[in-house]
């Protein structure tokens, strides 16, 4: 298999495994697709059918119930229009019920569900005959009769017709459960098939890989034995080339490069003059950042501190407005209580006012009275003094009787003064207690819209206080991350100084191989040019406008002596 695998190229090889891949992933998904459309199928079918059939059942048994429970009502109540007024609600009932029973017996297919159907239908019968019978007894006012059918008949029928609509329920239910547990059984086997199939083509793509990696890895762990003794400073060695391949070009490139080893040397000379150079400017640039870092780091440490301090303030300030805010509720409170004594005041003050008028209008009747009594008596004084001396005793009497209606004329004119004294002071006092409630109106309005305000200052000191703490954390996060970028300044000016330190070093190892005179000054021109493109330029005003990159946290030192060592090697 694997020299069978030489004569073809790497990209073919490649182009074989991920064929391969590919295919097996085209077989795993179309399978899977396949198992996916039977449960959508099943699915597709439990919707249909059990699902809609269970609906409508479900309806049915609400509408039924309810028409129960309307026929009930108005068998039990006393009011003989309660049948009229139903009658459309009874008639759409039925109308409801006829329609759900015809879309139901559409849809029955095995023989239980026909013959619960069946068995449904006739205590329909049985139950509209009742509800019937009720409701137009109590619509002829026959009460008793009406209560006695209902018990008699409506109920026990009623109550097997609703039961037997719950048995439908109940199937149907139990059709969509056995629906749903093979549609949950096809895809437990549907996931245990897809396992088994990735597991094999899993297994499949290790071993193209094992023999992609092997066809491949072989002739390079040659080539990287030679390049390594290259890099040892032996170049006696060459690579036998035995395959046709992108490898094979490899190794005749690798075969070259002795060619081309005196022009790299010197290219590597003149790089590191410029690297130094770069490098040195970097170190400055980067203690220079690093001081205005610090700067930086400090102030935020200052305005996170002052942060603190005025978020503590504000949560005191809303803290305060929340007690006034209860303050003021209660406040508002007393002050509506306080209108409302106002306003039984105000009532109790007209009752009064009412009654002083009734008190008068009696005391004039009081002053008529007396006043026609003063006239009897009169005429009984006259008739006495004609009468001589048989009409003195009666003559007494009149003057008596005179007198005390003179006395009681006089008491309810002066009663009449003090009432009608009493009911200017009464109508005086009204006005002012009107007015008073007037005030305390204002008063409870005023009070509700000084509540409304405080509970709008506590709104906003809350989200002012929620929005100071958000702004706390963000500085508390900018000062994090300004301290963790002094941090990562400090490591990019050692990570410069290192790097001027390796240019030197470089250098000095470049500086022990000679070159041909002739080459070496094309390469000295070219280097200096090199040197003046890449001297870095300010960028202040692009550094403003684009996020500063983290820079790594930690120098590859390990990577760098590593190097230095294979120079010093080479």
Not at 260 to 279: F, K, Q
Not at 463 to 489: F, K, P, R
């Amino acid at each position: 298999m694997l020299s069978q695998l030489k004569h073809l190229s790497v990209g073919k090889r490649l182009g074989l495994g991920f064929a391969l891949i590919l295919a097996l992933f085209f077989i795993t998904t179309l399978i899977a697709i396949l198992k996916l459309n039977t449960v959508a199928a099943a699915a597709d079918n439990l919707l249909k059918d059990p699902l809609a059939t269970e609906r409508m059942v479900s309806d049915w048994y609400r509408n039924i119930h309810t028409g129960v429970r309307r026929t009930t009502a108005i068998a039990k109540s006393s009011d003989p229009s309660l049948a009229s007024f139903f009658a459309a609600d009874q008639e759409e009932s039925s109308r409801t019920s006829a329609l759900l029973q015809k879309e139901i017996g559409e849809h029955m297919k095995s023989a239980d569900e026909i013959a619960l159907f069946k068995e449904i239908g006739e205590q329909r019968q049985l139950y509209i005959s009742s509800r019937n019978r009720v409701v137009d007894l109590k619509k002829e006012g026959k009460v008793d009769e009406a209560s006695a059918v209902l018990d008699k008949e409506f109920i026990p029928a009623s109550t097997i017709y609703v039961k037997k609509i719950e048995e439908m329920l109940a199937m149907q239910r139990k059709q969509i459960d056995d629906t749903s547990g093979e549609i949950q059984q096809t895809y437990q086997s549907s996931r245990t098939l897809l396992i088994i199939l990735s597991l094999i083509a899993a297994m499949l793509s290790v071993i193209c890989a094992w023999l992609m990696t092997k066809s491949i890895t072989r002739p390079l762990s040659r080539a990287t034995a030679v390049a390594e003794k290259m890099a040892q400073g032996d170049l006696s060695e060459t690579i036998q080339v035995i395959l046709n391949d992108e490898i094979g070009k490899m190794m005749h490139a690798i075969n070259g490069i002795n060619t081309g080893l005196s022009s790299v040397i010197g290219n590597v000379r003149h790089g590191t003059e410029t690297i130094n150079v770069a490098a040195a400017e970097i170190a400055s640039g980067n203690a220079d950042l690093s001081s205005r870092t610090e700067s930086q780091a400090s102030s935020l440490q200052e305005t996170a501190s002052s942060m603190e301090e005025l978020t503590s303030t504000v949560k005191q300030n809303a803290d305060n407005a929340r007690q006034a805010n209860q303050l003021v509720i209660s406040a508002s409170g007393v002050a509506v209580k306080g209108g409302e004594v106002v306003g039984q005041v105000v009532a109790t003050m007209g009752s009064i006012k009412e009654s002083s008028r009734k008190i008068v209008d009696i005391i004039s009747v009081i002053d008529g009275i007396a006043f026609q009594t003063n006239i009897l008596a009169l005429n009984a004084a006259v008739e006495a003094a004609r009468a001589g001396e048989q009409g003195r005793g009666f003559a007494v009497v009149a003057t008596e009787v005179r007198n005390l209606a003179q006395r009681s004329a006089s008491a309810a004119k002066e009663i009449k003064h003090l009432i009608d004294d009493s009911v200017g002071k009464v109508e005086h006092g009204s006005k002012l207690v009107d007015t008073a409630g007037q005030t305390m109106t204002d008063i409870v309005s005023s009070v509700q819209h000084v509540a409304d305000i405080m509970s709008e200052i506590t709104a906003a000191s809350q989200e002012q206080s929620a929005g100071i703490e958000q702004v706390n954390l963000a500085v508390t996060q900018m000062d994090e991350m300004t301290q963790q970028n002094a941090a990562l300044v400090e490591q990019a000016a050692a990570a410069a100084e290192s790097m001027r330190e390796q240019s030197g070093k470089l250098s000095e190892l470049v500086a022990q191989f000679h070159i041909m005179e002739q080459a070496q000054k094309p390469l000295e021109q070219a280097s200096r040019t090199a040197a003046v493109n890449t001297r870095p330029q300010p960028v202040l005003a692009r550094a403003a406008s684009k996020p500063a990159r983290a820079l790594p946290r930690q120098i590859p030192q390990r990577r760098t002596a590593q190097t230095e060592q294979d120079w010093e090697e080479f």
